[in-house]
C-alpha cells in the first residue's frame, strides 16, 4: 500500500501548453549522466563516419566549424519526465554531415567520448531532423552538457541526443545502445510516450 | 520492502536542518552508518526516493531518527525539512548498508572526518559508543562552512570534555570563530597530522561528506600512511536531477 | 579522459536499490573489474545515479560494472562489467517483515 505524502507535489510545475503524455515542465537544464564528463581538448576533438569497413569521413574540430551551421529552436523531452522548451542551439545538420554519401545502410549508432552509445533509424538523423550542436543558449556548450559537440535528435527522447558525440557508425542492422540494451524503448518517440521496450 | 513510519518528534538542529524522529513498527534494529530510503508519493502518484542516515544509535524501541539538510534546490528536503508534521508518515526502506558501520564489537581505536552533513552517521557512531559503553577511542575531525553549521554542538561539546570519549576537533572552510587560529580552508595534511590519529595505531576511519571532501580527506589519510582498507567512505550528493 | 568533477556518489548510495534483488548486502561485496581486474569494495565505486539507469563504475578504469534500470514493474540488471562479486553471508537484510 502507497502511503501519499501531505503536501507533496514534487518539482512539477503546471503548463498550459501542450506537453508529451507524462512529461512536465522545467526552466532548469538538467544534467544527466552515465559516467565522468570527458574533457576534450579541441586539438584532440574529432568526428567520424564509418561504416563496417573503416572511416568515410572525418572532421577535426576546424574543418568541422569550416561546415555551415545554422542557429535553431527545439523542445527537449528527457524520458525523466522533465521537457524544456524554446531551447536555442547552433549546431551542423546531420544532412550536411550525410551528404552525398552513398549508403545503403538502414541504421546508425551515434558513440561518444566516453563510452556510451545510442542507436537510431538513418532516416531520423536525417531530413533536418538531427544536428551535431556546439553551442547552446548563445553560449559555448558546456562539458556538462556535452560540450565541446553533442548530437541533438529533438523528436526523440532525450537520451537519443548523445553528448561528447563523437561519431556514428553506419549499420545494416540495427544494434541497441547503451540505454537501449537495458530496457528502455529501441526508438523513443516521447508522443508516443515510447520510454521502455515492449510498451 | 516499503514500511512506514510516523513522525513523533522534529527538532531544529540549526537553520537548514532538522531531526526526523520516526516510530517504525517492527523496525529490525539497525547499526550504526547505516542509512534508510525515504520515500515520498504526491496524489497523482509521482514519488520521490532519497536516502537519509540514520542519526540515533542502535535502540530496541524501533526509534529512526534521521537529520536532514535542505538543500536550496532540492525537491525532497525542503518539504521534509519544512512540510513534515508530527503524525504525517514516511515511507522507509532499509536499514541499509554493511561496510560504511561500526559495531561495538569492535575495540580499535576509530577516526572520524565528516564534512558537513556527513557528521549524521558518524554521530549514530559515537551515540552507539557512548550507548554500548565501548571503551574503542574515538577522533572526530568536524568540518563545516562556519559555525552555524554544526550539528548536535551541545551533544558533542558534553562528549568531548575533559575525560570524555571522543576527541574533537572542528575546522572550517568559509568563516572562523573570532580568534580561531587557523583560517578558513580545505583539510589539509598538516591537519591529519595534528588531529587524526597516528597511522600505526592502525585506527579504522571513516570519511562522510560531499564527494569532493571524501576525495580529499581521505586521500590525506592514504597519504599520511592510513592503508586503503583501513579507509571507510560514503559520499553525499544531490541525487535529484541536477541543474 | 577522465572527468576531475566529483559528480559521482558511491556504491552505498546505490544500496537501497540493490536490497531488491540481494538479500545480503551489496556495500560490503569484493568485486573484481571485467576490464582491469582490479578487486574493490562495492561501497568505493563510483556511483552516477542522476539518469535513467544506476551505472556503477571501477574506480581505476572508470569501466561500467553494472547497470540497472526500473521499468515499471521489471527491474533490469546488467552485471558483465564484473567477472565475480563476493558477498558476506551474515550481512543479510532485514527484509522479510
Not at chain 1, 119 to 133: F, R
Not at chain 2, 198 to 206: E, G, Q, R
Not at chain 2, 220 to 241: V, W
Request: charged share 20%; proline share 6%; net charge neutral.
Amino acid at each position: 500500500m502507497d502511503i501519499v505524502s501531505r503536501g507533496f507535489s514534487g518539482r512539477r510545475s503546471a503548463a498550459d501548453v501542450k506537453l508529451p503524455p507524462g512529461q512536465y515542465l522545467t526552466t532548469d537544464f538538467p544534467v544527466l549522466s552515465a559516467g565522468p564528463t570527458p574533457h576534450v581538448p579541441l586539438d584532440q576533438w574529432e568526428f567520424t563516419i564509418e561504416d563496417g569497413t573503416g572511416v568515410l569521413r572525418r572532421w577535426n574540430w576546424k574543418s568541422f566549424r569550416d561546415l555551415p551551421a545554422e542557429t535553431f529552436r527545439v523542445d527537449l523531452h528527457c524520458v525523466t519526465r522533465w521537457s524544456k522548451l524554446g531551447t536555442s542551439w547552433e549546431g551542423v545538420p546531420l544532412d550536411t554531415l550525410l551528404a552525398d554519401l552513398k549508403t545503403d545502410a538502414s541504421h546508425a549508432l551515434a558513440h561518444s567520448y566516453g563510452d556510451y552509445t545510442t542507436n537510431l533509424p538513418l532516416s531520423d538523423l536525417m531530413k533536418k531532423q538531427a544536428w551535431v550542436a556546439f553551442r547552446f543558449d548563445g553560449k559555448d556548450l558546456a562539458p556538462e552538457h556535452g560540450g565541446p559537440a553533442r548530437l541533438l535528435v529533438p523528436h526523440l527522447y532525450l537520451w537519443k541526443s548523445a553528448k561528447w558525440v563523437r561519431g556514428i557508425t553506419l549499420m545494416h542492422q540495427d544494434k541497441p545502445g547503451f540505454w537501449e540494451s537495458l530496457g528502455y524503448h529501441n526508438y523513443g518517440d516521447p508522443w508516443r510516450e515510447q520510454r521502455y521496450s515492449g510498451e | 520492502m516499503w514500511r512506514p513510519g510516523t513522525v513523533v518528534v522534529l527538532h531544529d538542529e540549526t537553520a537548514t536542518a532538522r531531526t526526523i524522529t520516526l516510530e517504525v513498527p517492527d523496525w529490525p534494529g539497525h547499526v550504526a552508518g547505516q542509512h534508510v530510503d525515504v520515500r515520498l508519493t504526491a496524489t497523482d502518484g509521482y514519488s520521490a526516493v532519497r536516502s537519509y542516515s540514520i542519526a540515533s544509535a542502535p535502540n530496541t524501541e524501533g526509534r529512526v531518527e534521521l537529520t536532514v539538510e535542505r538543500l536550496a534546490n532540492g525537491e525532497v528536503s525542503p518539504y521534509l525539512t519544512q512540510e513534515v508534521a508530527i503524525g504525517d508518515r514516511l515511507e522507509l526502506r532499509g536499514p541499509i548498508g554493511g561496510w560504511f558501520v561500526w559495531r561495538t564489537q569492535q575495540t580499535e581505536p576509530i577516526q572520524l572526518i565528516a564534512g558537513g552533513s556527513g557528521i549524521v552517521p558518524l554521530m549514530a557512531m559515537i551515540r552507539s559508543r557512548v550507548a554500548a559503553a565501548s571503551i574503542a577511542p574515538f577522533r572526530l575531525l568536524y568540518s563545516v562552512r562556519e559555525p552555524g553549521a554544526v550539528l548536535y554542538r551541545d551533544e558533542l561539546e558534553a562528549l568531548s570534555n575533559h575525560g570524555q570519549p571522543v576527541n574533537l576537533t572542528y575546522t572550517y572552510t568559509r568563516a572562523v570563530p573570532k580568534d580561531w587560529p587557523r583560517p578558513p580552508g580545505r583539510i589539509d595534511a598538516a591537519l591529519i597530522a595534528t588531529s587524526t590519529w597516528p597511522s600505526n595505531l592502525v585506527p579504522t576511519c571513516y570519511v562522510c561528506g560531499p564527494t569532493a571532501f571524501v576525495e580529499n580527506a581521505a586521500g590525506l589519510l592514504s597519504d599520511y600512511g592510513n592503508s586503503a582498507d583501513k579507509i571507510r567512505t560514503e559520499r553525499f550528493g544531490p541525487t535529484g536531477d541536477r541543474k | 579522459m577522465s572527468s576531475h568533477s566529483y559528480d559521482y556518489l558511491d556504491g552505498n548510495a546505490a544500496a537501497g536499490e540493490l536490497s531488491k534483488i540481494f538479500a545480503l548486502d551489496v556495500t560490503a561485496a569484493e568485486g573484481q573489474c571485467a576490464h582491469c581486474g582490479a578487486t574493490k569494495r562495492f561501497a568505493e565505486a563510483h556511483l552516477y545515479m542522476r539518469g535513467p539507469g544506476v551505472v556503477a563504475r571501477c574506480v581505476v578504469c572508470e569501466h561500467v560494472l553494472l547497470r540497472l534500470v526500473n521499468v515499471r514493474q521489471r527491474v533490469f540488471l546488467d552485471m558483465s562489467g564484473m567477472t565475480y562479486w563476493s558477498l558476506d553471508t551474515s550481512l543479510l537484510h532485514q527484509i522479510s517483515r
